[in-house]
Each structure stands twice: as C-alpha cells, then as structure tokens.
C-alpha cells in the first residue's frame, strides 16, 4: 500500500495533480448546488401569487 | 389594430432591460400621411419604442413590419426609406454642417441633389455657420444641422424622438411646417416630445404607453 | 400575465427534462470517475520510460480535450443564439463558459505539474500548453466581456459574437503555435504517450474522458436551470412549479 | 415623393470612399492626438535597452519580437478610440441605420485607423531596427511584415473595439479580447524578421502574412458590423 502511495517516488506530482482536479471538479459542483438553491428560494419568493413584487 | 393599409406596424412588442421589462406588447399602426405622437411619463419605454421601430434595437418577442414583411428580413430597404433623429446629435464635432451632411446624403443617395443644400442651412439660420467645425455650434443649432437632413433627404418615414430639444422658437416652428408638409405629401411621422407640439394644419394621433410595472 | 414564448426550445420542457435527467447523468459520471480512477491508477502498468508518473495523463488529456470541447460548444450554441435568437441556446453557453475556463484551468496545472519531472521545469513552452493557454484568455474574454456589458441582451449578443470569432481563431493559433513551437524547439524531446502504450493504458484514459463528458453535460443540465429561473421569474411556468412545490 | 419610386442604389465604392474621406478628414482635424501610439511605439522600443543593456548581439537577437510586441501593443493603445467618437456623437447610429452594408462602412472605418495609427508604426520601425541593431538587410523585411501585421491587427481588434463599444474603460477588456486573436500574427511577423537576421528565408512567414490580411479582409467586416448593430442597440 506505501509503495503504491509512493507512486515511484513520484507521488507528490501524481497525487497533486489529482488531488487539485478533484478540488476543482468538487468546488465547481457545490458551488452550482448554491447557485440552484439561491435560484430556487428567489423564485419561490418572488413567484408566490399573492405577493406584491417588492422586494 | 393593424388597419388594412398601414405601411409601418407593430405587433405585440416587448423588451426586457435586464430584470425590468421595458415594453410590454406594444402594437401600433402607421399609415401614409398619418402623424403619430408616443405619449408617456419618462422611463415608459418611449425611447426603447421608437429604437425598436428603427430597428437600431432587437425586441425580446413581437415584430416591426414595414409594407408587410418584418423589417429584419429585409433591414436595408426599410432603413433606406427612414430618417431617425435620436436624443444624440447625429453630428461629428470635426467636421462643418456641410462636411456632415455631405457624407450622409453621398452615403445615402447614388446622386444626391447638393443645390438645396446651402438653402437648407439658410432657412435654419446656419447659413454663415456653414464652415465651422460643428464642436464650435451650440446644441440648437448642432440639432438644426441634424434637422437640415429632414429636407434633404427624400424619405418616406420620420420618426423623431424629441425632436424639439435644445430648438428657440423659430426652431420649433421650422419643424412643425417641415412635419405638416411631409404629411401632406404622404410621408408618416412618429415622434414623441416634451414641450408642446403647436401642429396647425395636421392633428397627431396619440399612443399612450401606460406606466409599466416595476419589477423586483 | 406575461407571454414569454421561445421560438424553439421552450423552457418549461427543457426545465422538466432536465430536473428529471441531471441526477442520473450525476451518478453515471461519479460511477465513470471511479472505475477510470481504479483502472489508472491500480489496474494500468506502469510506463516502462516514465514509470509512475504518466498517470497524470488521465487527468490532464481529458482536461484539455475537454477545454477543447466546451468551447466549441459554446460557440455553436452562440451562433445558433445569434442566427435563430434562441434564448436557450444562449444559456448554454453561458452556463458552458465558467466550467471550460476550469477545464482549460486544470490543463495547464496538470500539464505543469506533469512537466516538472519529465523536462525538469514547471512551466514548458511546449506546443499544448502554450495553446492552453491563450485558450485560457479567450475563455475570461468571453467571460468579462459578458459582465462587463450592463444591457444583459446586448452582453450576451456581444459574448456570441466574440465566441464565433473565437473559435474561427482556434485552429489558427494552435497551428501558429504548433509551427513557432518546431522552430525554436529542437525536437528531441519525447513525450510519453509517444510510443505506442499497452491497451491497458489507453482504456482508462476513455472512461475518464467518458466520466468528464458526464460531468459537464450533468453541469451544463444543472446550470441550465439556474440560467432559466434567473431569466423567466416573472412567467407562469414558474408560478406553476412552485405552486406544486417542483421546483 | 411616392412610396414605390424605386430610388437607384448607391455604389458600394461611393459609400467605402465617402465614409473613408469623411473619417480621413476628421482624423486629420485633431492629427496630434493620432501620434500618440508612434511615440508609445518609439518610447517602448528605447526602454528595452535599458531594461536589457546596450550589448549589440543581444540587441539585435531580441531585436525583432521587441519591436513587433511594441507595435501590437501600439496598436492596441490606438484601438479602443475606434469607434467611441462616433458613438458619442450619436453619428455612428446614422451609420447603422443608413440603409448601406454596415460591413463596408466599418471596412472604411477600420482602413482610416490603419491609415492615421498603422502606417505611422510601420514608416518608424526601420529607424527603430536602428535603434536595437539590426543588420540593414532585416529592414525590408520588417517594414514589409509590419505593413501586413498592422492591417490584420487594425482589422481584428476593431471587432473588439466594436465589442467594447459600451464598456467604460474597456481598454483593459479590449486587450484581454485581441490579444490571444493576434497570437498568430505576432508569432509569423517576429519569426519573418528573425529570419532575416539569420539570414534564412522570410518569404514562407510574410505569405502566411499575407494570407491573413487577404482572410481578415473579408471575414472581419462581417463581425464589426454585428459586433457595432449590438452596441448600438442599447443606446447608452
């Protein structure tokens, strides 16, 4: 298991490059979660029927 | 409300300007001879209107028609039979009235009638101004060098957003004889205006834009 | 009310569409991204000239195909928007723009970091990268220039324009760059996927490509439906929705 | 004056040489204010060799990208004014709306940029080839690849110029904008002047030139005059 971690020698350029992908791919994801959340609570404000629209 | 032989027309225009809708299913019709006054208290989208019937700007849904067919299929026969005069000048601060109404009736016309053109800058009292550059004009008179074009141009169409800006009297009275004459020969006019329009001869048809609903 | 009616796509379909689509596109992608890890990272062998190393590969290919990618999508979603004004088409590419700028981003890391200990230095003015790169700034062009724009219509007309512009200019720049890189680069220096690699090598770098396919086509679905509530607060479809809580 | 009479239709070349003559003619009312990106051009060049040291060889091994980097960058400096008059003045509209082929009204636009910002680069640069020590024989070379190179840049970055049209200080967004797109031309315009200076062929980078100015010519009109109809649609 350490030697696969080691990755030759040359884990930390293998696992950096991972380990920044993964970040980037996760943070893109969660940060469209909120964005899909904020939207949703926007509308469902703003579209309730009986609500003058101000803000 | 399009009657049968209206030559420009609008049909159910809407614009949005972001969050806020700034035309909400405007139609209108204008036929030859016909004055048509936009009427409405400032931010109803008078501005936004007449752009939109020059086709400087695109509407969100609805159309602009000119003889029947939408002005986007075939944008360069209807702008070549209008004149639009915006809140802008239209006028180049380097160049004299003559140098710039000469670049636009050469691009506009294959052979522009230049005679009239020193009579035209006469009668709005340019005349001795002819080869000033315009910076050195006031706002009056820079809109009278725009004005000129009206008599210069052979158009079907006018449409003039406050076309009285910035004009003294006699300014306002060359163009309200400029207005009637063009309706007399059968050309349509749409305008909108601030002060008092003093129309003798011809009375102007209204379109009233109501105020619009104001959005989050 | 207002009629807010689209030419073509219209926007409660594709909203439903891809409510109901977007999580199984999710998960098939989080499956995709685990088999391809274990294939690359565990199953493949090593290289027999890089040994551990290349396994940087199964990221930094998809990546940079991916940036690829995204960017003629969104330049043909842009010209569909300014040929037929489809407002939807619109929305895709806006919703394309900030994760194409992450996958270009991610190339040029992985590409640098890759680097480093196969030509010894961080940053490389190989022919890739360096196309990467200005690829990097037409995706924050694009980006900038949408929020620069106050008017959001005429922004994203603008945006569509410069995008097709764009992509014409792509092929042009990476030929210059690939030219200008063989002039003042002594080729001797081989990279690793330039011998033919085992077939066990090549299958992972698919089913990477395939997880990263998923992930923007489960973004760009997500994304949509952003774009789309921003857009059409005001209409009945969503009123609707709300109403019976389907948001 | 009746709604049918069909009017003749204007020349396409009336229009091109009105449109140019008229700009032509406002460009040489304020021509001071025109040198600006010659002397930018100038100033730039002579700053290399002081950032870098006066040792010839390496002056005139560096010679040719710092002279072509300082013109595209000259170039730039020029662009972001392109169409802002017009737009202010409320003539571009006039433009828009006159009726003729916005492409060729935007093509005399862009040649009387070139005409007032471009030629001036390309008329200095042997004096600056001087300047950092190249060997005569690369002079030719470099006024001819300017000569090309400036007439591609004048014509792309005006669709950025366009773009920008109602962006407040969008200088620094017009540079994000045509720089990548002038990666190309940069890359064959050096690469042409540098093979001089090594005495190999340049014939190979000034007809890739050359192709582009030909290719630029006749795709860019098409996006300024989009890239202008939208800037002038909002109004502001």
Known sequence: MAEWLSMGGRGAFVWSAYGITAFVLIVNWVWLKHQVRAAATKSKRLAKPNKTYDT | MTSVDAVLSAIDLTSWRGETCVLNEVSLSLSAGQILQVVGPNGSGKTTLLRTLAGLALPDDGQVMWQGNNIEHDRSTFQSQLLYLGHKPGVSGALTPRENLLAFLHVRQASPDLTQLDDALDALALGERKELPCRWLSAGQQRRVALARLVLEPVNLWILDEPLNALDVDGIAWVVDRIEEHAERGGMVLFTTHQPMPLVRRQAQQVLLSEVEMSS | ?247 | MSTEQETPTVGIWQVFSTVFVRDLRIAFSSWSEGLNPLLFFVLVVSLFPLGIGPDPRLLSSIGPGVIWVSALLAMLMSLDGLFAADHRDGTLEQWVLSGQPLSIIALAKVCTHWVRSGLPLVLMSPLLGVFLNLPTTALPVLVVSLLLGTMILSLVGAIGSALTLTVKQGGVLLALLVLPLSVPVLIFGAAAVQAVVEQREALGQLALLGGGVMGALALAPVGIAAALRVGVSSGD
Do not use: C
């Open chain 3, 1 to 247: 009310m207002f009629k807010w009616i689209h030419k073509f796509g219209s926007p409660p379909f594709v909203y439903g569409f891809s409510k109901a689509l977007s999580p199984w596109i999710g998960l098939a992608s989080l499956g995709l991204f685990a088999w391809g890890l274990y294939l690359g990272l565990v199953k493949a062998p090593p290289d027999y000239e890089q040994g551990e190393v290349y396994r940087i590969m199964y990221v930094h290919v998809p990546a940079a195909w991916m940036s690829m990618f995204v960017y003629v999508v969104m330049a043909i979603s842009s010209a569909v928007f300014i040929i037929w004004r489809m407002k939807l088409a619109d929305a895709v590419a806006e919703a394309s723009a900030f994760i194409g700028a992450s996958f270009t981003f991610l190339a040029l890391v992985t590409g640098s970091i890759w680097g480093r200990p196969t030509w010894g230095t961080w940053w490389e003015w190989d022919a890739r990268l360096t196309s990467e790169l200005v690829l990097l700034f037409l995706y924050l062009g694009y980006i900038a220039l949408r929020s620069a724009i106050e008017h959001p219509q005429s922004g994203a007309r603008a945006a569509a324009i410069l995008a097709i512009v764009g992509v014409v200019n792509i092929p042009i720049i990476h030929f210059s760059v690939e030219w200008w890189n063989s002039l003042h680069q002594p080729a001797s220096i081989t990279r690793a996927d330039g011998p033919t690699m085992h077939i066990s090598m090549i299958i992972p770098l698919f089913v990477m490509l395939g997880a990263f396919q998923l992930y923007y086509a489960h973004h760009l679905l997500v994304k949509l439906r952003v774009v789309m509530l921003e857009r059409d607060r005001r209409t009945k479809w969503v009123a609707e929705r709300v109403q019976n809580g389907k948001l």
